[in-house]
Protein backbone atom coordinates (compact mmCIF):
# COMPACT_ATOMS: atom_id res chain seq x y z
CA UNK A 1 0.00 0.00 0.00
CA UNK A 2 1.41 3.58 -1.07
CA UNK A 3 2.22 5.58 1.77
CA UNK A 4 3.24 9.44 1.51
CA UNK A 5 4.77 11.37 4.41
CA UNK A 6 5.70 14.85 3.87
CA UNK A 7 7.78 17.18 6.28
CA UNK A 8 8.90 20.76 6.07
CA UNK A 9 9.09 23.86 8.07
CA UNK A 10 6.16 24.79 10.23
CA UNK A 11 6.49 28.72 10.61
CA UNK A 12 8.05 30.51 7.91
CA UNK A 13 7.98 34.59 7.59
CA UNK A 14 6.19 36.90 5.51
CA UNK A 15 7.74 37.38 2.09
CA UNK A 16 10.01 34.17 2.60
CA UNK A 17 9.88 31.20 1.05
CA UNK A 18 7.32 27.94 2.38
CA UNK A 19 9.41 24.80 1.17
CA UNK A 20 7.83 21.39 1.95
CA UNK A 21 8.65 17.85 0.91
CA UNK A 22 6.96 14.47 0.61
CA UNK A 23 8.48 10.87 0.25
CA UNK A 24 6.71 7.74 -1.30
CA UNK A 25 7.10 4.63 -0.40
CA UNK A 26 5.59 1.17 -1.04
CA UNK A 27 4.50 1.98 -4.22
CA UNK A 28 5.85 2.97 -7.40
CA UNK A 29 6.57 7.15 -7.97
CA UNK A 30 6.44 6.38 -12.21
CA UNK A 31 3.04 7.00 -13.63
CA UNK A 32 1.23 9.46 -11.45
CA UNK A 33 1.21 13.54 -10.88
CA UNK A 34 2.24 14.53 -7.27
CA UNK A 35 -0.02 16.76 -6.55
CA UNK A 36 -0.13 19.69 -3.71
CA UNK A 37 -3.15 20.54 -1.98
CA UNK A 38 -4.07 23.48 0.53
CA UNK A 39 -6.57 24.03 3.05
CA UNK A 40 -6.62 27.64 4.89
CA UNK A 41 -8.07 27.61 8.33
CA UNK A 42 -11.55 26.75 8.50
CA UNK A 43 -11.54 26.49 4.52
CA UNK A 44 -12.16 24.14 1.73
CA UNK A 45 -9.01 22.43 -0.01
CA UNK A 46 -7.34 24.27 -3.11
CA UNK A 47 -5.65 23.02 -5.39
CA UNK A 48 -1.62 24.20 -5.91
CA UNK A 49 -0.33 22.22 -8.73
CA UNK A 50 1.36 18.75 -9.89
CA UNK A 51 4.42 17.41 -10.97
CA UNK A 52 5.50 13.68 -12.46
CA UNK A 53 8.76 12.04 -12.14
CA UNK A 54 9.99 13.17 -15.64
CA UNK A 55 9.15 16.99 -14.86
CA UNK A 56 6.37 17.97 -16.07
CA UNK A 57 4.23 20.15 -14.27
CA UNK A 58 0.76 22.02 -13.86
CA UNK A 59 -0.62 24.64 -12.11
CA UNK A 60 -3.13 26.52 -10.05
CA UNK A 61 -3.33 30.18 -12.51
CA UNK A 62 -3.69 31.55 -9.41
CA UNK A 63 -0.71 30.37 -7.80
CA UNK A 64 1.76 29.90 -11.10
CA UNK A 65 3.52 32.59 -10.37
CA UNK A 66 4.87 32.01 -7.01
CA UNK A 67 4.87 27.94 -7.27
CA UNK A 68 8.29 25.89 -7.76
CA UNK A 69 7.65 22.10 -7.96
CA UNK A 70 10.15 19.63 -8.35
CA UNK A 71 10.75 15.79 -8.69
CA UNK A 72 13.54 13.72 -6.89
CA UNK A 73 13.24 10.78 -8.87
CA UNK A 74 15.72 8.37 -7.33
CA UNK A 75 14.45 9.44 -4.15
CA UNK A 76 11.08 8.66 -4.91
CA UNK A 77 10.32 12.37 -3.15
CA UNK A 78 8.80 15.19 -4.55
CA UNK A 79 8.76 19.44 -3.28
CA UNK A 80 7.17 22.30 -3.42
CA UNK A 81 8.29 25.86 -2.74
CA UNK A 82 6.20 28.86 -2.61
CA UNK A 83 7.44 32.18 -2.41
CA UNK A 84 6.50 35.80 -1.36
CA UNK A 85 5.06 34.30 1.27
CA UNK A 86 1.81 36.21 3.35
CA UNK A 87 -0.48 35.41 6.04
CA UNK A 88 -3.10 34.45 3.33
CA UNK A 89 -0.79 31.36 2.87
CA UNK A 90 -1.14 30.10 6.16
CA UNK A 91 -2.55 26.72 5.73
CA UNK A 92 -2.30 23.20 5.98
CA UNK A 93 -0.62 21.63 2.81
CA UNK A 94 -0.93 18.26 1.64
CA UNK A 95 0.55 16.01 -1.15
CA UNK A 96 -0.80 13.49 -2.61
CA UNK A 97 -0.97 11.09 -5.71
CA UNK A 98 -3.13 11.79 -8.46
CA UNK A 99 -3.96 8.90 -11.03
CA UNK A 100 -4.63 9.79 -14.68
CA UNK A 101 -8.50 9.86 -14.06
CA UNK A 102 -8.17 13.18 -12.48
CA UNK A 103 -8.51 11.80 -8.42
CA UNK A 104 -6.22 12.07 -5.68
CA UNK A 105 -6.08 8.42 -3.91
CA UNK A 106 -3.42 8.74 -1.47
CA UNK A 107 -2.33 11.36 0.86
CA UNK A 108 0.27 13.03 3.32
CA UNK A 109 -0.47 13.66 6.89
CA UNK A 110 -0.37 16.83 6.31
CA UNK A 111 1.88 19.90 7.15
CA UNK A 112 0.40 22.84 9.12
CA UNK A 113 2.43 26.51 7.65
CA UNK A 114 2.44 29.08 9.52
CA UNK A 115 3.01 32.56 8.16
CA UNK A 116 4.24 35.01 10.55
CA UNK A 117 7.28 37.63 11.74
CA UNK B 1 -11.96 29.45 -11.56
CA UNK B 2 -14.64 29.08 -9.25
CA UNK B 3 -15.23 26.51 -6.56
CA UNK B 4 -17.92 24.02 -7.25
CA UNK B 5 -20.72 25.01 -5.07
CA UNK B 6 -22.07 22.74 -2.43
CA UNK B 7 -24.24 23.16 0.61
CA UNK B 8 -22.35 24.53 3.61
CA UNK B 9 -24.26 21.50 5.73
CA UNK B 10 -26.45 18.57 5.72
CA UNK B 11 -28.01 16.19 8.25
CA UNK B 12 -29.72 13.48 8.83
CA UNK B 13 -30.24 10.79 11.59
CA UNK B 14 -28.90 7.45 11.85
CA UNK B 15 -29.89 4.93 9.08
CA UNK B 16 -31.31 7.99 6.85
CA UNK B 17 -29.93 8.27 3.44
CA UNK B 18 -28.49 11.89 2.75
CA UNK B 19 -27.75 13.54 -0.65
CA UNK B 20 -24.78 16.07 -1.45
CA UNK B 21 -24.68 17.97 -4.31
CA UNK B 22 -22.15 19.66 -6.21
CA UNK B 23 -22.93 22.19 -8.81
CA UNK B 24 -20.41 23.43 -11.31
CA UNK B 25 -20.34 24.54 -14.61
CA UNK B 26 -20.03 23.00 -18.30
CA UNK B 27 -16.36 23.80 -18.43
CA UNK B 28 -16.19 21.12 -15.44
CA UNK B 29 -18.89 18.82 -13.96
CA UNK B 30 -21.06 19.31 -17.10
CA UNK B 31 -18.02 18.10 -19.58
CA UNK B 32 -16.10 15.32 -18.24
CA UNK B 33 -16.80 12.22 -16.20
CA UNK B 34 -13.90 13.14 -13.59
CA UNK B 35 -15.72 13.94 -10.39
CA UNK B 36 -14.64 12.75 -7.20
CA UNK B 37 -15.47 12.84 -3.84
CA UNK B 38 -13.65 13.16 -0.26
CA UNK B 39 -14.69 12.77 3.18
CA UNK B 40 -12.20 14.53 6.00
CA UNK B 41 -12.68 14.00 9.96
CA UNK B 42 -11.58 16.74 12.11
CA UNK B 43 -7.55 17.04 11.91
CA UNK B 44 -7.00 14.47 9.27
CA UNK B 45 -6.54 14.16 5.66
CA UNK B 46 -9.23 13.92 3.14
CA UNK B 47 -9.71 10.26 1.86
CA UNK B 48 -11.11 9.55 -1.53
CA UNK B 49 -14.54 7.70 -1.28
CA UNK B 50 -16.16 7.95 -4.80
CA UNK B 51 -13.88 8.48 -8.45
CA UNK B 52 -14.93 9.09 -12.30
CA UNK B 53 -18.28 10.23 -10.96
CA UNK B 54 -19.67 6.60 -9.91
CA UNK B 55 -16.59 4.32 -9.01
CA UNK B 56 -15.89 3.31 -5.44
CA UNK B 57 -12.36 2.53 -3.78
CA UNK B 58 -12.72 -1.11 -2.46
CA UNK B 59 -11.89 0.12 0.85
CA UNK B 60 -15.10 2.30 0.73
CA UNK B 61 -18.63 1.01 1.86
CA UNK B 62 -20.88 0.85 -0.86
CA UNK B 63 -23.32 2.82 1.29
CA UNK B 64 -21.40 5.59 -0.35
CA UNK B 65 -22.64 6.53 -4.03
CA UNK B 66 -22.05 8.88 -6.93
CA UNK B 67 -24.01 10.37 -9.66
CA UNK B 68 -23.96 12.53 -12.23
CA UNK B 69 -26.69 15.15 -14.09
CA UNK B 70 -25.76 17.93 -16.49
CA UNK B 71 -23.59 19.96 -14.45
CA UNK B 72 -24.66 18.61 -11.48
CA UNK B 73 -22.77 15.69 -9.10
CA UNK B 74 -24.32 14.11 -6.20
CA UNK B 75 -22.79 12.09 -3.47
CA UNK B 76 -25.85 9.69 -1.53
CA UNK B 77 -24.72 8.12 1.67
CA UNK B 78 -27.20 5.70 2.70
CA UNK B 79 -27.60 3.78 6.02
CA UNK B 80 -25.68 6.77 8.11
CA UNK B 81 -24.07 5.72 10.42
CA UNK B 82 -22.18 8.07 13.48
CA UNK B 83 -18.91 7.05 11.95
CA UNK B 84 -20.08 9.31 8.11
CA UNK B 85 -20.11 12.53 10.45
CA UNK B 86 -17.40 14.69 8.79
CA UNK B 87 -16.60 17.23 5.85
CA UNK B 88 -17.59 16.24 2.30
CA UNK B 89 -15.50 17.88 -0.61
CA UNK B 90 -15.86 17.24 -4.57
CA UNK B 91 -13.52 17.61 -7.15
CA UNK B 92 -13.71 17.99 -10.73
CA UNK B 93 -11.51 18.13 -13.82
CA UNK B 94 -11.79 21.31 -15.31
CA UNK B 95 -9.96 21.25 -18.38
CA UNK B 96 -6.33 23.02 -19.35
CA UNK B 97 -4.52 20.45 -16.95
CA UNK B 98 -6.15 21.72 -13.99
CA UNK B 99 -9.19 20.48 -11.53
CA UNK B 100 -11.05 22.13 -9.01
CA UNK B 101 -12.84 21.38 -5.77
CA UNK B 102 -16.17 22.19 -3.90
CA UNK B 103 -16.38 24.13 -0.96
CA UNK B 104 -17.20 21.40 1.36
CA UNK B 105 -20.58 20.59 3.08
CA UNK B 106 -20.00 19.28 6.89
CA UNK B 107 -22.31 16.37 7.41
CA UNK B 108 -24.08 15.62 10.82
CA UNK B 109 -25.28 12.62 12.51
CA UNK B 110 -28.25 13.79 14.75
Known amino acids: QMQIQQWGAGLVKPSETLSLTCAVS????????WSWIRQSPGKGLEWIGE???????HYNPSLKSRVTLSPDTPKNQFSLRLNSVTAADTAVYYC???????????WGQGTLVTVSS | QSALTQPASVSGSPGQSITISCTGS?????????VSWYQQHPGKAPKLIVY???QRPSDVSNRFSGSKSGNTASLTISGLQAEDEADYYC??????????FGGGTKLTVL
Open chain 1, 96 to 106: ASRRSRWYLDH
Open chain 1, 26 to 33: GGSFNGYY
Open chain 1, 51 to 57: INQSGST
Open chain 2, 26 to 34: SDDVGSYDL
Open chain 2, 52 to 54: QVT
Open chain 2, 91 to 100: CSYAGSTSYI
